[in-house]
């Protein structure tokens, strides 16, 4: 695929949704930390439902972590691996206020140093709570970069490298964001919308289904 051709992909993508956001809900870097680390492995829909009732009466580290691993557990347990999740936000919370003033790192070596953090995790925090270039590949991405033609790997950290390399400048503060959407709505696992798909044209996969 040529660079012409990613252009007017983002450009396509940009004109359909000029400011796109994450699906899941928070109102601070912390928030998002916690909603994140849940979210792997689960929708961001269930995680929502959890985190609706556990941010009313916990938002920040000392109150997360003042709860306890059991007492996060109560809010968070139907969340898949709740259990390993709970420890790890409590670990995190407490390393949260013990070396970074209670404030989340805005640096991919201290983000990742916390328990339950890994590269897409960062990703995810440092493209949207302090919009910097990242690329947080998930499935979803994996996907539709290796289907579209937009980036092609074999392993996420390959996709990622090449999509931050090849997505023109001035749509990368935001493409982890139009691709995660485009993949969960349009370019689907086993069904594509190609019919319903913007960049239809300009995509590269084999075995489109009708447009």
């Not at 347990?77 to 003033?101: D, P, S, V, Y």
């Not at 805005?106 to 983000?111: I, P, S, T």
Request: glycine share 4%.
């Amino acid at each position: 695929m040529n660079q012409q051709r990613r252009h007017e992909i983002f450009s396509r993508l940009r004109a359909a949704n000029p400011e796109p956001k994450t699906e899941l809900q928070f109102s601070s870097p912390f928030e998002l930390l916690i909603a994140v680390i849940l979210s792997a492995q689960a929708t961001d829909v269930s995680v929502n439902k959890a985190t609706q009732q556990l941010f009313k009466v916990a938002n920040t580290p000392e109150v997360i972590s003042r709860l306890g691993v059991d007492g996060l557990k109560r809010y968070i347990k139907t969340i898949g691996l709740f259990n390993t999740k709970a420890a790890n936000i409590i670990q995190t919370c407490n390393l949260l206020i013990e070396r970074h003033g209670s404030q989340v790192p805005a640096e991919r070596a201290a983000l990742e140093a916390l328990p339950g953090v890994g590269r897409k995790t960062a990703n995810v925090v440092l493209n949207t709570a302090f919009r910097q270039i990242a690329m947080a590949v998930d499935t979803h991405i994996f996907r539709v970069s290796n289907r579209t033609g937009i980036a092609s790997g074999k392993n996420v950290l390959e996709v990622e490298q090449r999509l931050l390399r090849l997505v023109p400048a001035e749509f990368l503060l935001d493409a982890h964001h139009w691709l995660i959407l485009h993949g969960r709505y349009v370019c689907m696992a086993r069904k594509p919308l190609c019919g319903a798909c913007v960049i239809h044209d300009l995509c590269e996969y084999r075995h489109k289904t009708s447009v």
